[in-house]
């Protein structure tokens, strides 16, 4: 890989990934922040529907965001992270699979009356998230 593309993609991954663990930890720190954490929550309420029987029950207080969409950020910031470490040569085509479960599962939930629960919604939300970082990172053979 040249540097340009090696600069470009390092720039991609900051650009996606820092704004995702934001989102990962303001949903789990937001239950914490009281009537100061209120500059967030338009954010929150734009990527979420936020019902609290679907968020998840942490020891100080119920996630600002759903089960599936915590752990999607989750997910989408471990990946970038484990993409750009040693380990991380994945290639892209191997996100694919992990992007089924997700889909499945909420189209399931939307065309019928299948309930998912919340673990299931928090695996299929950190294998999505997870596939998205590996689609969008994933090792590509350049000939140049």
Same mark, same amino acid.
């Given at each position: 890989? /040249?540097? *340009?593309?090696?600069?470009?993609?390092?720039?991609? !991954?900051?650009?996606?990934?820092?704004?995702?663990?934001?989102? @990962?930890?303001?949903?789990?720190?937001?239950?914490?922040?009281?009537?100061?954490? /209120?500059?967030?929550?338009?954010?929150?309420?734009?990527?979420?529907?936020?019902?609290?029987?679907?968020?998840? /029950?942490?020891?100080?207080?119920?996630?600002?965001?759903?089960?599936?969409?915590?752990?999607?950020?989750?997910?989408?910031?471990?990946?970038?992270?484990?993409?750009?470490?040693? =380990?991380?040569?994945?290639? @892209?085509?191997?996100? @694919?699979?992990?992007?089924?479960?997700?889909? !499945?599962?909420?189209?399931?939930? @939307?065309?019928?009356?299948?309930?998912?629960?919340?673990?299931?919604?928090?695996? =299929?939300?950190?294998?999505?998230?997870?596939?998205?970082?590996?689609?969008?990172?994933?090792?590509?053979?350049?000939? *140049?």
């Amino acid at each position: 890989m /040249n540097s *340009n593309w090696k600069k470009g993609r390092l720039m991609f !991954a900051i650009l996606l990934g820092v704004p995702a663990g934001l989102m @990962f930890l303001f949903s789990i720190a937001r239950p914490v922040m009281g009537n100061s954490g /209120n500059f967030i929550d338009p954010v929150l309420s734009a990527t979420c529907h936020r019902m609290p029987s679907r968020c998840v /029950n942490l020891p100080w207080g119920t996630s600002a965001l759903c089960a599936r969409c915590t752990a999607f950020w989750l997910g989408l910031a471990g990946g970038i992270v484990l993409m750009y470490s040693r =380990t991380g040569k994945i290639p @892209f085509w191997a996100g @694919f699979p992990l992007l089924l479960p997700l889909i !499945a599962d909420g189209m399931l939930q @939307f065309h019928s009356s299948y309930e998912s629960s919340n673990v299931i919604r928090l695996v =299929t939300g950190l294998a999505g998230g997870f596939g998205i970082s590996v689609t969008i990172l994933g090792r590509v053979h350049r000939v *140049n």
